[in-house]
């Protein structure tokens, strides 16, 4: 059975950082993209970033500059560097994989059970 267990959410001030992780465990072969989204109170869930297994990013325009995606292939782990946060960065945000757990099925979408993030002074 595959999860995706998330990390490092909480409370910050506007301007400060916060680093997620998000790691894959389970039955897996292969992992093509991992990526980050969130959904604020009220307001559709949407993408923040994600990352496939050669290295290549997407990022939304709300976050270019201020966020940083990385994964570790070796660790099944996704990572999101957020910096000057703002109020508006505030949700709860859940990590995705698109993942095999053998060589002959295609790859389906797991979800992590989501963190929050509360950016407020």
């Known amino acids: 059975q595959v999860q995706l267990v998330e990390s490092g959410g909480g409370l910050v001030q506007p301007g400060g950082s916060l680093r997620l992780s998000c790691a894959a465990s389970?039955?897996?072969?292969?992992?093509?993209?991992m990526g980050w989204f969130r959904q604020a109170p009220g307001k559709e869930r949407e993408l923040v970033a994600n990352i496939i297994s050669d290295g290549m990013t997407n990022y939304a325009n709300s976050v270019k500059g201020r966020f940083t995606i990385s994964r570790d292939n070796a660790k099944n782990t996704v990572y999101l560097q957020m910096n000057s946060l703002k109020p508006e960065d505030t949700a709860v945000y859940y990590c995705?994989?698109?993942?095999?757990?053998?060589?002959?099925?295609?790859?389906?979408?797991?979800w992590g059970q989501g963190t929050q993030v509360t950016v407020s002074s």
């Open positions: 389970g039955s897996i072969v292969y992992i093509s993209i």
């Open positions: 995705d994989a698109n993942l095999r757990t053998s060589y002959s099925e295609n790859g389906r979408t797991y």
